[in-house]
């Protein structure tokens, strides 16, 4: 029979071993914490650049987003979350009718994220930014517009 | 009008408050006088800086959920962290994960089970619409089907940060409620959001802010 | 030396100067209750607080925060959210029964609550069977507890219940041992003539070897009577949802809670009463400036110090153990706590009787 | 991959030859199938468990109204649970199966939902808002000559009215999700317990018929987040072994890195998600503080911290980032030093050994016929390691040892989580200099579509194997995918360990099997 599985050394076994135990907690109690204080630390927060929080337009330097209403984006999208409305415009110039982007209408409430339309998007006109501060008290207020 | 006040965010960048101020000015249509007025404030103020919440998890949502409780993001900064089991002593359903049809019953259930007042967050795309699984057979698209929902936050999962932002926008809801007189919480009570989602008209969203960003 | 008697009879001199006896009595005596209440629930609040901020820096995290400065109305706000809390009544239950059970429960604590001598002459409760009178009047916490089990009309709050009055009934025991060790050494059962004996020694030295295996005992006991982890096995989160108390809500389950901080409370108190000296300061044999020095610090203060330093000490086990199955419990009870403490209690007698004491 | 179909008379016989004669003991997967006109049928894969040879076996049947097969939970016990879901799913009786009865769906659901010819109408089933009465009844079906079904036993109750009966779940701290537990109680001892799972059944191989693949992969991460990336990575690998896309070796190299960070933050969850079950909240805040470290390194490579969406097929969403190799060789120094940590607040401490010790024991024949693949099976002694049987990624190409314990028990199976965290640095460090250049990803055609035929592909998820079946008929989307759920066999192998333990016990069992709910029930 092992010294440990006597009653006397059963005991002293038990202890030590739950004195290795307050040992380990009392040094986490004096080591400094962890916690990071959102939303004290906004200002200095760092989220990594390619961190998903929401779809949107990135604008050229006139101010005009790239989108062609080309629709791929929509057709990859697995629960369509974005819906591309278009409509037609004639040109003043060749007098020739075209597709243009009506509405960009993305629901951030059912989007998962999944990349598929940003990497189907012929023209870069969409992507991801990491602001995460999005939650609202009404649904509807998730459905948004992404071009002007 | 009384703007709620949340610690190291200023009001103006919070979102959506124009449901908010809608709802002050809801509450406020009926007088009341100024100490039940101040009664009140201490009444919110209590609530609002005391959220306990059910420890309910369904999915993912659930693991940011508990990476919220962990050491680095610590919702007990916020005075939430005593999750509490019993639905008797939760003062919050976070409804964190998807909700099938085999669920949503038993969701009903600790929801009537909560005593009031009691408040519903809408973790994650699955609780707010059925998220990826918005076209599955067995899946309940959005809880706000059968309860009422207080608070919705986007993401798939959200991370914590954005969890508690959404905790905070939950607090000036509650900061501007009236327990004595007027409407209280109970007030929408039954009342569940079963109408589609209209997408025409949708806000227009400022890209020339987000570009710079 | 502070002592508390002076003003307390002085009041008692002013009220009978005022009043007829009677009446005198009859408002001494809703003054006392006042003052205990008051007492009772400010220590509960401090010890909420105290609670979440040691076990946050135990797991590295920070705690309360940004309700007030440093997070101090933190549990004022769950006090005022408790107190309008709905309280759901349950169909089926046995209504009072289910009603009465968070009262006994803090009635129980409340009683005991009033022996701890705070500072010389600071004591509600005194008298010559003390200790005996703090044991029956703890025990009848876990009635309270079955009685909540019981009527809840939940499987759940009926295993705890069992669960717990298995627990604290056996560890009572336990707890009797302990005190009663104590008792051989000083030889009285009256609490303040147990303090007054440690003026020159805290017993805990006086005692050498057996009054500190009984200091051991008495703690671990002492943590499993008020279902603290790694005890908490009647109320068990993760097994029981939350045990006994599942189906309360409101201020009634506030009480429970309350109950629970300040039961942990009052077993710091006890132990510091009986083993650390109560209200006593440190003397150190020789050192006749330090001692002058300890005596200027109140006994008050001495006393809260040292039950402080043990809830600490106790918090500090909660946070770093895992919970015990519900086997376990009465086994380290039965094989282990009740022998070595019978045998300590021998050993205790022997030491008095040969007088090898200090 | 071609099954060898197998006629309805003879198969009783010939499965029992495959078991006893060719050592076939562990069934990896079982596939209910709708052919359509061609009838409903079943694909059985089984392995050798010594020489991990497979073989594919095909049975079915033209009767779509009352299609009815011989079970075969007599010789792999997992089958009990695997039969049931056929049975849930496309309503195919099993022929003297003990217990009859819907898995994951209400028993009010009309209709089976993975047939094509499933109506999935709101009409048909609603959201029922009353509870679902718990069916207590199981029913055992046997084939009458003309081909009819016959029910018989239909009295035998699982758990009797007269017993304390408890519910642990869906919604209970301890169950990790919304898994239910009906137990009976004596005292504080299980005396029978039934589990029923389907809470957070998502139906996700019904919806990925009608997705493209791409669009699949994004499910993938959601079964068991916890094993986001072995998920998704089975599933590329499968498609890109079916369109024969090779990828480059960098990929490969990201991927396998990727795998074991994974299974490093899944570990440190069990461990952490194990210590709060059993009542130490501090050690699972510290497996939590270090796993932030993980996650940081998954969010600054592929943008998420759970759900990462990062394999594709073809390779990855994106490079890595020009700090990932410092970043992960200091990550792996930091965790090295706190393992011990873990180890000294919980798993040394005297409560923790007498609650695991001995407690919850499966047997190596057992791990085996319940398939209780992954950390579980190796603390049984059974060497189950997707890595070494079939090696893919970069994993024939690394050193590392299987970490195999004996007995089996709660212990063990924490032990194992333990080592293999150790286990899996140790990997990461091999490799983690040595990335070759190259591409990330492969160019591939916008539309993918796979040659007509059946796929398999398998990985050592975080908990176990995770295998993925693709039937394509060339479409854009697949015929039937299937995934292998790591956690089913665990659950099912609950069924025999849980008699006669405590309550207390089950908390600890089932911390220790390290489920995840989501994966189970897809």
């Known amino acids: 029979m092992k010294f440990s599985e006597t009653y006397i050394g059963g005991i002293l076994f038990a202890s030590a071993s739950l004195l290795t135990g307050l040992r380990t907690t009392l040094k986490e109690f004096f080591t400094p914490k962890v916690t990071e204080q959102y939303p004290e630390n906004r200002a200095t927060l760092k989220i990594s650049e390619r961190h998903r929080a929401m779809l949107y337009m990135p604008l050229d330097e006139n101010g005009n987003n790239k989108c062609i209403a080309c629709g791929l984006c929509q057709s990859a999208c697995p629960n369509s979350t974005i819906i591309v409305k278009t409509k037609n415009i004639v040109d003043e110039e060749s007098g020739k009718s075209k597709k243009v982007l009506d509405e960009y209408i993305y629901d951030l409430g059912s989007c998962m994220f999944c990349q598929l339309c940003v990497n189907a998007c012929p023209k870069d006109a969409i992507a991801f930014n990491n602001q995460f501060e999005n939650a609202v008290f009404d649904r509807k207020k998730l459905v948004i517009r992404l071009n002007k | ?213 | 030396m502070y002592n508390f008697e002076i003003i307390t009879s002085a009041i008692d001199h002013f009220l009978h100067s005022v009043m007829p006896a009677q009446l005198a009595v009859i408002t001494e005596c809703v003054l006392i209750a006042v003052c205990t209440l008051v007492a009772y629930v400010a220590f509960a609040i401090v010890m909420i607080f105290m609670e979440r901020k040691v076990c946050a820096a135990f797991q590295c995290r920070l705690g309360p925060t940004r309700v007030g400065f440093w997070g101090l109305l933190q549990v004022f706000a769950d006090v005022f959210k408790m107190l309008i809390k709905e309280i759901i009544s349950i169909n089926n239950s046995d209504s009072l029964l289910y009603r009465l059970a968070p009262y006994l429960v803090v009635l129980s604590s409340i009683l005991t609550f009033s022996c701890l001598p705070f500072d010389k002459g600071l004591q509600v409760l005194d008298f010559n069977v003390g200790v005996f009178f703090l044991m029956a009047a703890s025990s009848f916490g876990v009635l309270g507890i079955l009685l909540a089990g019981w009527s809840s009309n939940n499987k759940f709050s009926m295993i705890g219940a069992m669960r717990s009055g298995a627990q604290m009934i056996s560890y009572e025991l336990s707890i009797g041992l302990c005190m009663l060790t104590m008792v051989v050494l000083s030889g009285t059962m009256q609490i303040s003539e147990i303090v007054e004996q440690q003026v020159d020694g805290w017993f805990i030295f006086k005692g050498h070897l057996p009054a500190v295996v009984a200091f051991i005992i008495y703690l671990i006991a002492g943590n499993a009577e008020t279902n603290r982890a790694p005890f908490d096995l009647p109320e068990a989160e993760s097994e029981l949802t939350a045990g006994y108390h599942t189906e309360y809500s409101g201020m009634h389950f506030g009480f429970f809670y309350v109950a629970e901080f300040m039961n942990l409370f009052i077993v710091a108190g006890i132990a510091s009463t009986l083993f650390l000296g109560g209200w006593t300061p440190l003397y150190i044999k020789g050192f006749d400036s330090f001692n002058a020095i300890m005596d200027y610090i109140p006994g008050i203060v001495w006393f809260l110090g040292k039950t402080f330093f043990l809830i600490w000490v106790l918090m500090w086990f909660r946070w770093t153990f895992p919970r015990l199955r519900v086997d376990h419990v009465p086994t380290l009870e039965w094989k282990y706590m009740v022998p070595i403490g019978l045998v300590n209690l021998l050993i205790m007698t022997i030491c008095v009787v040969m007088n090898w004491i200090f | 991959m071609n099954p060898i179909f197998i006629d309805i008379k003879e198969f009783p016989q010939r499965m029992q030859e495959y078991k006893d004669l060719k050592g076939m003991d562990f069934l990896r997967e079982l596939i209910g199938m709708d052919w359509g006109e061609e009838g409903l049928g079943v694909i059985y894969i089984l392995e050798n468990s010594d020489t991990h040879e497979n073989l594919e076996i095909a049975i079915k049947t033209t009767d779509r109204e009352h299609p009815t097969l011989p079970t075969v939970c007599h010789l792999w016990s997992v089958a009990e649970l695997y039969e049931r879901e056929v049975y849930d799913f496309f309503g195919i009786h099993f022929t003297d199966h003990p217990d009859m009865r819907r898995l994951f769906l209400r028993n009010d659901w009309v209709g089976y939902p993975l047939r094509k010819d499933y109506d999935e109408s709101e009409a048909i089933n609603p959201v029922r808002m009353e509870s679902e009465i718990t069916e207590d009844v199981q029913r055992e079906y046997e084939i009458k000559e003309e081909a009819e079904l016959k029910k018989i036993n239909a009295q035998t109750n699982r758990i009797s009215g007269d017993q304390y009966v408890i519910n642990i779940g869906p919604q209970h701290p301890a169950t990790h999700g919304v898994l239910r537990f009906r137990l009976a109680l004596e005292g504080e001892e299980i005396r029978k317990i039934d589990i029923h799972c389907g809470y957070i059944h998502r139906g996700i191989e019904k919806m990925s018929e009608k997705l493209t693949y791409p669009q699949i992969l994004g499910l993938t991460d959601r079964l068991d987040y916890l094993s986001a990336h072995q998920n998704r990575h089975a599933l590329c690998m499968c498609i890109e072994k079916a369109m024969g896309i090779e990828v480059t070796d960098r990929t490969q190299y990201i991927r396998t890195i990727m795998d074991e960070l994974q299974r490093i933050d899944s570990h440190l969850l069990f461990l952490s998600c194990a210590a709060m079950d059993l009542g130490a909240i501090t050690a699972f805040i510290y497996g939590f503080r270090d796993r932030e470290k993980i996650l940081d390194i998954f969010e600054e490579v592929t943008g998420g911290r759970l759900i990462q969406n990062y394999n594709t097929i073809g390779g990855v969403q994106a490079d890595i980032t020009p700090g990932f190799a410092k970043k992960v060789k200091e990550y792996c120094e930091y965790q090295k030093s706190k393992i011990k940590e873990y180890n000294d607040v919980f798993t040394n401490n005297i409560i923790t050994q007498l609650r695991m010790k001995g407690v919850g024991r499966i047997t190596l024949d057992d791990a085996i016929s319940y398939g209780c693949t992954g950390g579980t099976g190796r603390a049984s002694g059974w060497a189950c390691d997707v890595r070494k049987r079939h090696p893919y990624a970069i994993y024939d190409k690394v050193e590392f040892k299987e970490i195999i314990y004996k007995r089996g028990d709660c212990y063990d199976r924490f032990k194992v989580r333990i080592d293999e965290i150790k286990e899996s640095i140790h990997i990461i460090e091999q490799i983690i200099d040595n990335i070759p250049e190259g591409d990330y990803k492969v160019k591939t055609k916008p539309i993918i579509r796979i040659p007509e035929g059946q796929y398999t592909a398998a990985v050592e998820g975080s908990r176990g194997e995770f295998g993925v079946f693709i039937e394509s008929h060339g479409e854009k989307s697949p015929y039937r995918i299937k995934f292998r759920p790591m956690g089913l066999p665990l659950i099912a192998a609950m069924h025999k360990i849980l008699k006669g333990t405590k309550i207390a016990d089950l908390i600890a069992i089932g911390a220790t099997l390290d489920y995840v709910i989501p994966d189970i029930d897809r």
């Open chain 2, 1 to 213: 009008m009384k703007k709620p006040n949340i610690k190291s965010i200023p009001y103006e960048e919070f979102k959506d408050n124009e449901t908010l101020e809608a709802l002050i000015k809801e509450i406020n249509s009926e007088r009341t006088n100024v100490v039940v007025g101040a009664l009140d404030d201490l009444i919110n103020w209590g609530r609002s800086n005391s959220m306990w919440s059910l420890t309910f998890a369904t999915s993912c949502c659930g693991i940011e959920f508990m990476s919220l409780g962990a050491a680095r993001y610590d919702f007990a900064r916020f005075g939430f962290e005593v999750t509490r089991n019993s639905p008797r002593q939760a003062d919050l359903i976070m409804v964190a994960g998807t909700i099938t049809h085999k669920m949503a019953p038993v969701l009903k259930r600790l929801y009537d089970q909560m005593a009031d007042p009691k408040y519903v967050v809408a973790v994650g795309g699955c609780a707010i619409s059925g998220g990826p699984f918005k076209s599955s057979y067995h899946v309940l698209n959005g809880v706000d089907k059968i309860i009422p929902v207080d608070v919705y936050i986007p993401g798939c999962p959200p991370r914590p940060e954005a969890i508690l932002y959404g905790m905070m926008q939950l607090q000036r809801k509650v900061k501007i409620e009236k327990f004595f007189g007027g409407k209280n919480h109970r007030a929408k009570k039954g009342e569940m959001n079963n109408d589609p989602i209209i997408v025409t008209n949708a806000p227009i969203i400022d890209n020339e802010k987000l570009s710079k960003e």
